[in-house]
């Protein structure tokens, strides 16, 4: 509870100070949020070429193009600090030898150190897509659908989120890595916009089983919209989302923590 | 019991025994080919940046360690903070062990990273010692207590509204000093507190600072290049070369034992032709004032003599009119201890 309102007393530092640059906060967020709009309607092009792309109407790809677009979004804002991009300059600079020397648990700090609002043009983008692709789609609502959707909401932040954190941590041994990892998180997201089985094999096992992409994105996206696994795997998959999230932040976590170990032994 | 030491001393609140530290600097290989080899097989070569140091250190000291760049002061002061852990050796302060226990033991220290800001960039310096009220969880009637203070002997008074990032580097120190010491720690370590600053600014910080151990007795380690600090402030000096501890002791014994040569010079009644003293070499003549360099035994084969001795030698032989005696630089003697080694021999 204490931490829970340190964090968002950090955050607020961090939002109010943006909005001490208001003008270049609000055309950001107008950049973001038509620069997205134009990849969407490239992807609308395609659809009204093709009609479908793997069985899946315009409506269908949309739903999980809006779910990955609000997921990344949120995510992207949330772990603004475990960006790798950013945390690498933390580093860098000595700001994260700072934070070492601060009573607080150091996620805690990571992750109130930024906080980049102007992803909200993303998210409001994502949000649109995503009412168009329900109307679009003519999902039937049931009330365990509403309920589950912000848990799924929450499970693609969280898998986003420790691809970020993953990412931060390889910068205590390298920053040559950075690039493969931004491959990953960024590749990521527009992967998961269409619908897994237009993939490779090889592609879908490794979103599956390996980095369980697919099981917060994919398989909830088949409940939602009522279609059936074309792979005829069980059901439950598409409940898996919270336990596939979960898994990812607790693994993305210890690694983290082997990896401050790692930083203290050298001081890189 | 806090400063219950692992063998047995129940005063220090500083032990450090046979710290060693060693780093790998990897060796880069340049060129896109160069890169992904360095991911695979990277060639290293080992570095001990503190390779064996023993010390203690009491409650209310102020204490300096000094020594040239690389020589692994600043690796020692990130292990002592908890920033970095050790290869081998053990360290407690205050009962902790720094790296084991980390947030206990920062929530018990200050430090001050020269040139390191660790207040909010975009925030007037009055709500970035706020948010340190939050994250040290200090009680509002102490905070307050501690403020005052700190704005009256700092002049924190006049910047007190100013965002962080627009204050003068003077400034930024003060107000980081003032930060570090907010929640009252026991003690305060410091990394080049005063520099690239002017000589009114250093003077300050330096009032301050040993304003605070006085005061507060709060423990004090500081390392600096500017021996000023170090002739202002610290009673005790711990000198290490390439990761080891060369000297541990008073800074006047420093001096005395490896000071350079003094020099004396007297205005005499009437000009001599040659006015030769045994123990001394004149180094200077300008009509009836005539420079001397002198020594202690540690410099002169002959024995060397002290100031008295040389005086009255030489009023037993010439009229003097007046006298003044100047001791040498401790710039000057840190710096020959450095470059002639004059430790290692020991």
């Given at each position: 509870m204490r931490s829970l309102r340190l964090y968002l007393r950090l955050v607020g530092v961090c939002v109010r100070s943006q909005m001490q640059y208001k003008a270049s906060f609000l055309t950001d967020l107008a950049g973001t949020l038509f620069g997205n709009a134009i990849t969407f309607l490239s992807l609308a092009a395609v659809f009204a070429r093709f009609g479908s792309v793997g069985g899946w109407r315009l409506g269908e790809v949309a739903f999980l193009y809006g779910l990955v677009e609000m997921g990344f979004a949120t995510m992207d804002m949330v772990f603004s600090g475990y960006d790798p991009g950013y945390f690498s300059q933390l580093v860098r600079r000595g700001q994260f030898d700072q934070m070492l020397l601060r009573p607080v648990a150091l996620p805690l700090q990571v992750l109130s150190s930024?906080?980049?609002?102007?992803r909200l043009g993303r998210f409001a983008q994502g949000l649109i897509v995503f009412l168009l692709a329900v109307r679009l789609a003519g999902i039937h609502w049931t009330v365990a659908k509403l309920l589950y959707l912000p848990v799924v909401f929450g499970s693609v932040v969280a898998f986003f989120g420790s691809l970020f954190w993953i990412g931060s941590t390889t910068c205590f041994w390298t920053v040559e890595a950075l690039e493969a990892i931004n491959i990953f998180t960024y590749g990521g997201t527009e992967m998961l916009a269409?619908?897994?089985?237009?993939?490779d094999d090889w592609l879908r096992y490794l979103f599956t089983y390996?980095?369980?992409?697919s099981l917060v994105v994919y398989y909830p996206a088949l409940y939602f919209l009522g279609k059936p696994d074309p792979f005829g795997l069980p059901r439950a998959l598409s409940f898996l989302a919270p336990v596939a999230g979960a898994a990812m932040l607790l693994l993305a976590n210890a690694f983290w923590r082997f990896g401050v170990r790692h930083y203290q032994g050298t001081g890189t | 019991m806090a400063g219950d030491g692992l063998w047995g001393s129940m005063a220090a609140i500083v032990e450090v025994r046979d710290l060693h530290k060693e780093f790998r600097v990897f060796l880069h290989r340049r060129g896109g080919l160069g890169a992904l080899r360095n991911l695979f097989s990277r060639q290293h070569r080992l570095v001990r940046a503190v390779d064996g140091i023993s010390f203690r250190i009491e409650p209310g000291e102020l204490v300096g360690y000094l020594g040239p760049n690389g020589a692994g002061k600043s690796t020692t002061i990130k292990i002592l903070t908890g920033i970095l852990v050790p290869t081998s050796g053990e360290v407690v302060v205050a009962g902790r062990v720094p790296w084991r226990q980390r947030r206990e033991h920062v929530a018990r220290i200050g430090a001050v990273f020269g040139?390191?800001?660790?207040?909010?960039?975009?925030?007037p310096v009055i709500e970035s010692l706020d948010l340190l009220r939050h994250i040290y969880r200090i009680p509002a009637a102490r905070y307050r207590r501690n403020l005052d203070e700190f704005e009256s002997i700092l002049g924190l008074g006049e910047f007190l509204s100013t965002p962080v990032r627009s204050l003068s580097l003077g400034q930024l120190m003060r107000a980081n000093l003032a930060g570090a010491l907010l929640h009252d720690p026991d003690i305060l370590f410091l990394d080049?507190?005063?520099?690239?600053?002017d000589v009114v600014a250093k003077e300050r910080i330096r009032q301050f600072i040993l304003r605070v151990n006085r005061e507060r007795g709060t423990t004090v380690i500081l390392t600096t290049h500017d021996l000023g600090d170090v002739e202002r402030l610290c009673q005790r000096v711990l000198m290490i070369d390439r990761g080891r501890l060369l000297f541990d002791g008073q800074l006047a014994e420093l001096q005395r034992r490896f000071g350079g040569e003094r020099e004396l010079v007297a205005e005499f009644a009437e000009e001599y032709p040659d006015p030769q003293v045994p123990g001394a070499t004149i180094v200077g003549r300008e009509g009836p004032r005539v420079t001397y360099r002198f020594g202690n035994?540690?410099?002169?084969?002959?024995g060397g003599v002290t100031a008295s001795e040389l005086i009255a030698r030489l009023s037993a032989r010439y009229r003097l009119a007046d006298l003044s005696v100047r001791e040498p630089e401790i710039e000057e003697t840190v710096r020959r201890i450095y470059e002639q080694r004059l430790l290692d021999r020991e």
């Amino acid at each position: 509870m204490r931490s829970l309102r340190l964090y968002l007393r950090l955050v607020g530092v961090c939002v109010r100070s943006q909005m001490q640059y208001k003008a270049s906060f609000l055309t950001d967020l107008a950049g973001t949020l038509f620069g997205n709009a134009i990849t969407f309607l490239s992807l609308a092009a395609v659809f009204a070429r093709f009609g479908s792309v793997g069985g899946w109407r315009l409506g269908e790809v949309a739903f999980l193009y809006g779910l990955v677009e609000m997921g990344f979004a949120t995510m992207d804002m949330v772990f603004s600090g475990y960006d790798p991009g950013y945390f690498s300059q933390l580093v860098r600079r000595g700001q994260f030898d700072q934070m070492l020397l601060r009573p607080v648990a150091l996620p805690l700090q990571v992750l109130s150190s930024e906080f980049t609002l102007r992803r909200l043009g993303r998210f409001a983008q994502g949000l649109i897509v995503f009412l168009l692709a329900v109307r679009l789609a003519g999902i039937h609502w049931t009330v365990a659908k509403l309920l589950y959707l912000p848990v799924v909401f929450g499970s693609v932040v969280a898998f986003f989120g420790s691809l970020f954190w993953i990412g931060s941590t390889t910068c205590f041994w390298t920053v040559e890595a950075l690039e493969a990892i931004n491959i990953f998180t960024y590749g990521g997201t527009e992967m998961l916009a269409y619908p897994m089985h237009i993939y490779d094999d090889w592609l879908r096992y490794l979103f599956t089983y390996v980095i369980p992409a697919s099981l917060v994105v994919y398989y909830p996206a088949l409940y939602f919209l009522g279609k059936p696994d074309p792979f005829g795997l069980p059901r439950a998959l598409s409940f898996l989302a919270p336990v596939a999230g979960a898994a990812m932040l607790l693994l993305a976590n210890a690694f983290w923590r082997f990896g401050v170990r790692h930083y203290q032994g050298t001081g890189t | 019991m806090a400063g219950d030491g692992l063998w047995g001393s129940m005063a220090a609140i500083v032990e450090v025994r046979d710290l060693h530290k060693e780093f790998r600097v990897f060796l880069h290989r340049r060129g896109g080919l160069g890169a992904l080899r360095n991911l695979f097989s990277r060639q290293h070569r080992l570095v001990r940046a503190v390779d064996g140091i023993s010390f203690r250190i009491e409650p209310g000291e102020l204490v300096g360690y000094l020594g040239p760049n690389g020589a692994g002061k600043s690796t020692t002061i990130k292990i002592l903070t908890g920033i970095l852990v050790p290869t081998s050796g053990e360290v407690v302060v205050a009962g902790r062990v720094p790296w084991r226990q980390r947030r206990e033991h920062v929530a018990r220290i200050g430090a001050v990273f020269g040139q390191r800001n660790s207040l909010w960039w975009d925030l007037p310096v009055i709500e970035s010692l706020d948010l340190l009220r939050h994250i040290y969880r200090i009680p509002a009637a102490r905070y307050r207590r501690n403020l005052d203070e700190f704005e009256s002997i700092l002049g924190l008074g006049e910047f007190l509204s100013t965002p962080v990032r627009s204050l003068s580097l003077g400034q930024l120190m003060r107000a980081n000093l003032a930060g570090a010491l907010l929640h009252d720690p026991d003690i305060l370590f410091l990394d080049e507190p005063t520099i690239g600053l002017d000589v009114v600014a250093k003077e300050r910080i330096r009032q301050f600072i040993l304003r605070v151990n006085r005061e507060r007795g709060t423990t004090v380690i500081l390392t600096t290049h500017d021996l000023g600090d170090v002739e202002r402030l610290c009673q005790r000096v711990l000198m290490i070369d390439r990761g080891r501890l060369l000297f541990d002791g008073q800074l006047a014994e420093l001096q005395r034992r490896f000071g350079g040569e003094r020099e004396l010079v007297a205005e005499f009644a009437e000009e001599y032709p040659d006015p030769q003293v045994p123990g001394a070499t004149i180094v200077g003549r300008e009509g009836p004032r005539v420079t001397y360099r002198f020594g202690n035994g540690a410099q002169r084969p002959d024995g060397g003599v002290t100031a008295s001795e040389l005086i009255a030698r030489l009023s037993a032989r010439y009229r003097l009119a007046d006298l003044s005696v100047r001791e040498p630089e401790i710039e000057e003697t840190v710096r020959r201890i450095y470059e002639q080694r004059l430790l290692d021999r020991e």
